[in-house]
């Protein structure tokens, strides 16, 4: 970071203005979302123009809009295969029967009397052509009245749509494709803003397979800057006809990412995580669907929680990270991904600043300060991080007297040096040593620092009692004062530090924690990039730009104070993801807190029943139709009797009974412990989701590998 607290890795910055440049050239692109993984691009372009003109019906949260089918509300009422077929061969003898009784005469001549009343006397004579066709004419109108009477008994039309062509042949793909106005590919709103050049520009680009979905999405994203204001439209069309396609491009250059796992629709920005399954517990309007989420879902925050295994970073985080990056590269958000070096994250090449803490190799460090010049803002990110963890776990508490302690140092320091103190000088200050108290002092003496020098007497009046947290604190940065980061958190200037200030741009940044033998110093800088983060996206001006943190594993990161910075995010345009192995590494007065703060809450296979009854208190209860069904075998007395049973059994294949149903509302939990427990599949996992306008979706059973 400059001297200024500007980020010094401008190549992270997104410019939304257009800018000129040659259309790039090389290699085919990409296959799109609807081509299967590996499969070559369609030249004509033909694979993005279907993807783009899918249907993308309004759907409940949650559910994958890309095809999507709406479902009824409420599951229809299934005949057993057995009984509908058995129904419906009786009902063609029944009408069989009855033809031919009438055919025979054995039930006489009444069903032709009209057929005399309408037929003239010289048409009776033999061998009439007039009488012969009006004759089997009412033959025929009698025949079919007989067999559409039986065949509704019979359910015949259920029983072709279930077994006959309709349910062999798939649905069929539109027959023409849209008007141009109604074309997304033809980019109906620039033509009606007059840019019809830009228009023809991208809608040729497109139909020729030089566009991907991020390229769409991107001048999109650059398109609503025209509408507000921000940009030109002039800059904007000019940029479209230099660049076709290529236009707008991300600061890091690049147009996708290296390599996809998860499916992605950037026209509706979901990420597809799984199928819901079709289980009794889901609503039936939710079961076969696809389960997606997207920046209106991760902007309430999510909570994964499962054991090691339960495939909460292959099938939770690293999709979600994926989609985040690809959002970004489209200019529409700002992603952190924090875990463990070796955690399976993504590619460095995915990401555009990559923070190896403990890395001799790193190219970038992290600022221990969060880009701040304020030494009050700095004193209580720091004092997060250090010390937010022994705080009072009660949601009103905070750490206070450790803001403070900090704030009597960092204030002093920067005005003597310009700067922040570097972790061992910190933890001089800290441990109360003579040699730096006394310089710090006499340059405060030399620039007149009246009111700082009263902060440096009061922080030396408070090193002599016993209950002072400079100790604690000195403690707790020892843990950063190691070999393995001698080289990390320079406050000097001489190396490339990363600010979480960096987030008003579209900017991709994973940061990898040392992964052994320093648990305590990777849990310190998790709560510090959580508590930089929180205080860095709530002063954002631009809001419309997504900002989401990812921490891979948040154990020992939930605090009262990330608590509440959580419940922030949501009307600041920002989320955060979190996973845990179990809540128990959340303090029991947070946990309550914790859930209700994130919108979108999942529960993985594998978790424990005491997780489970935290997960079951915060879902509630709803109310239930619960049927009471009683069978009583009805004994047959007479012949006829018997034998019209043995019919039931035959059709039905369950004996005669006389059944009594009560029907009660009663209230019971939408999931209980013991269900979340031991009725998850492996590779399943239950969610809940709530968007940022308040529509949520209830508990859902997901298969995550679907």
Not at 228 to 243: K, P, Q
Not at 279 to 288: I, L, M, S, T
């Amino acid at each position: 970071m400059d001297s200024d607290g500007t980020h010094e890795a401008r190549g992270t910055r997104a410019n939304p203005v257009p800018r000129p440049a040659a259309p790039p050239e090389g290699p085919a692109l990409p296959p799109m979302p609807t081509a299967p993984p590996g499969a070559p691009p369609r030249p004509d372009g033909s694979a993005f123009l279907a993807w783009l003109r899918t249907p993308r019906p309004k759907a409940a949260p949650g559910v994958w809009r890309f095809g999507h089918v709406p479902r009824p509300e409420e599951e229809p009422e299934a005949v057993p295969a057995r009984q509908l077929i058995s129904g419906a061969v009786i009902a063609f003898l029944v009408g069989w029967l009855i033809w031919s009784l009438l055919w025979n005469g054995y039930l006489g001549g009444w069903w032709l009397l009209p057929l005399y009343a309408m037929i003239p006397d010289s048409w009776a004579q033999p061998h009439s052509f007039g009488a012969v066709v009006v004759v089997y004419a009412y033959y025929l109108l009698i025949a079919l009245v007989i067999l559409v009477g039986v065949g509704r008994l019979g359910r015949w039309g259920e029983l072709w749509r279930r077994y006959g062509p309709p349910a062999w042949r798939r649905s069929a793909p539109p027959s023409r494709p849209p008007a141009p106005e109604e074309d997304p590919a033809e980019w109906p709103q620039l033509r009606a803003a007059g840019a019809v050049d830009a228009a023809e520009r991208l809608a040729a680009e497109a139909r020729t397979g030089l566009m991907r979905d991020v390229d769409h999405a991107r001048i999109a994203r650059a398109w609503q800057g025209v509408r507000s204001g921000r940009h030109s439209l002039a800059a904007f069309t000019s940029a479209v006809l230099s660049e076709g396609a290529a236009a707008c491009l991300h600061p890091s250059g690049a147009r996708d990412l290296p390599a996809r796992q998860a499916r992605h629709d950037l026209l509706t920005g979901q990420v597809r995580l799984g199928t819901t399954a079709d289980d009794p517990r889901n609503p039936y309007a939710y079961r076969g669907t696809g389960l997606a989420l997207g920046p209106d879902l991760l902007g309430t925050s999510l909570l994964a929680v499962g054991p090691a295994g339960s495939g909460k970073t292959g099938s939770v985080v690293r999709p979600l990270a994926e989609s985040l990056c690809l959002h970004a590269l489209a200019g529409r958000a700002a992603v952190v991904v924090v875990g463990a070096a070796g955690a399976g994250l993504g590619p460095a090449d995915a990401y555009d600043v990559v923070v190896r803490i403990g890395n001799p190799e790193s190219v970038y460090d992290l600022d221990l300060y969060g880009g701040t010049t304020d030494p009050d803002e700095a004193a209580a990110v720091l004092a997060e991080a250090l010390v937010g963890d022994l705080a009072d776990p009660h949601p009103g508490s905070d750490s206070r007297r450790s803001t403070t302690v900090l704030a009597q140092l960092l204030g002093p320091f920067r005005a003597v040096h310009g700067r922040f103190p570097s972790v061992p000088e910190l933890r001089q200050l800290l441990d109360g040593a003579p040699g730096p108290l006394a310089e710090l002092r006499k340059g405060l003496q030399a620039s007149g620092h009246a009111s700082l020098l009263r902060e440096l007497d009061a922080r030396e009046r408070q090193l002599a009692h016993p209950g002072d947290v400079a100790g604690v604190l000195a403690d707790r940065i020892a843990l950063l004062d190691r070999p393995a980061f001698a080289g990390f958190f320079d406050t000097s200037g001489s190396s490339r530090p990363f600010s979480l200030k960096a987030l008003d741009h579209p900017v991709r940044v994973r940061i990898d924690l040392p992964q052994r033998g320093h648990a305590d110093a990777s849990r310190i800088l998790s709560r510090l990039v959580l508590a930089q983060f929180t205080a860095s996206v709530t002063v954002r001006e631009d809001r419309s730009l997504f900002a989401c943190l990812v921490l891979d594993d948040a154990t020992g990161v939930v605090t009262p104070e990330a608590v509440r910075g959580i419940q922030r995010l949501r009307s600041a345009g920002a989320g955060a993801v979190l996973t845990l192995r179990t809540l128990d590494d959340v303090p029991r007065p947070l946990r309550g807190p914790l859930l209700g703060a994130t919108g979108c809450r999942v529960a993985l296979s594998g978790l424990t029943p005491w997780d489970g009854q935290d997960f079951a208190e915060v879902w509630g209860k709803e109310w239930t139709e619960a049927r009471d069904v009683t069978d009583r075998q009805i004994i047959a007395e007479t012949p006829a009797g018997k034998a019209v049973h043995m019919l039931r059994r035959v059709i039905t294949g369950k004996a005669p009974t006389a059944r009594a149903v009560t029907v009660r509302q009663v209230e019971r939990e939408r999931w209980s412990a013991s269900e979340l427990a031991h009725a998850v599949p492996p590779g399943h996992a239950v969610l809940s989701l709530t968007d940022v306008n308040g529509e949520h979706a209830p508990p859902l059973l997901v298969d995550l590998r679907g």
